[in-house]
């Protein structure tokens, strides 16, 4: 059975960071690409990242560039979101989510239960 | 990058009507297939997905839900609404690599 688990969010100051887990069961990382996607409070998703599962290509929507790193660690089957430089508009609910196949562009088929990320003083 | 516009971002429907969801690219999202998926999303979980390559359904989805594509626009359809169908839906891309989801389509009871 494929799982993703998530852990890592919380409370955390304008500035601050915070490193996002996502824990795979069931499947290789290394054979598919994963992604981040949060939503806000109240809103609709938004892709944030991609990583292939090599780790040899990734992706960043552009208001996270230059802060935030996509990363894996295929020895503990984990996907990671390195947020640095967080502002109150990162706050949301923060989804890991699998793309189908070995392909780039498969769908999103699994998906972890979500982690809520909030910015604030 | 490519927006999706979704249609109509809320709908009020009644237990057995037929509901249906627009999507629309920016540019081409087809190629060999539609890179097109649709997602259902609950209060307080993850998304779900439905529907992928426009009108493929993923295992376990009921077959009330329907995918096509008309030229560039791209439709879910719910043929007979169910309770457990009032959600909120999405379509996404998968053509490129920097993904996008459309606004949302929010299914409420009339």
């Known amino acids: 059975e494929v799982l993703l688990v998530q852990s890592g969010g919380g409370l955390v100051q304008p500035g601050g960071s915070l490193r996002l887990s996502c824990a795979a069961s069931?499947?290789?990382?290394?054979?598919?690409?994963m992604s981040w996607v949060r939503q806000a409070p109240g809103e609709g998703l938004e892709w944030v990242a991609n990583?292939?599962?090599?780790?040899?290509?990734?992706y960043y929507v552009d208001s996270v560039k230059g802060r935030f790193t996509i990363s894996t660690d295929n020895a503990n089957n984990s996907l990671y979101l390195q947020t640095n430089s967080l502002r109150a508009e990162d706050t949301a609910v923060y989804y890991c989510?699998?793309?189908?196949?070995?392909?780039?562009?498969?769908?999103?088929?699994?998906w972890g239960q979500g982690t809520l990320v909030t910015v604030s003083s | 990058d490519i927006q999706m516009t979704q249609s109509p971002s809320s709908l009020s429907a009644s237990v057995g009507d037929r509901v249906t969801i627009t999507c629309r690219a920016s540019?081409?999202?087809?190629?060999?297939?539609?890179?097109l998926n649709w997602y259902q999303q609950k209060p307080g979980k993850a998304p779900q997905l439905l529907i992928f390559?426009?009108?493929i359904l993923q295992s376990g989805v009921p077959s009330r839900f329907s995918g096509s594509r008309s030229g560039t626009d791209f439709t879910l359809t719910i043929s007979s609404l169910q309770p457990e169908d009032f959600a909120t839906y999405f379509c996404?891309?998968?053509?490129?690599?920097?993904?996008?989801f459309g606004q949302g389509t929010k299914v409420e009871i009339k």
């Open positions: 540019q081409t999202i087809s190629s060999d297939k539609d890179y």
């Open positions: 996404q891309q998968s053509y490129s690599v920097l993904r996008t």
């Open positions: 069931g499947f290789t990382l290394s054979g598919n690409w």
């Open positions: 390559a426009a009108s």
């Open positions: 990583i292939k599962g090599d780790g040899s290509e990734k």
């Open positions: 989510a699998r793309a189908r196949g070995p392909g780039s562009q498969g769908p999103y088929d699994y």
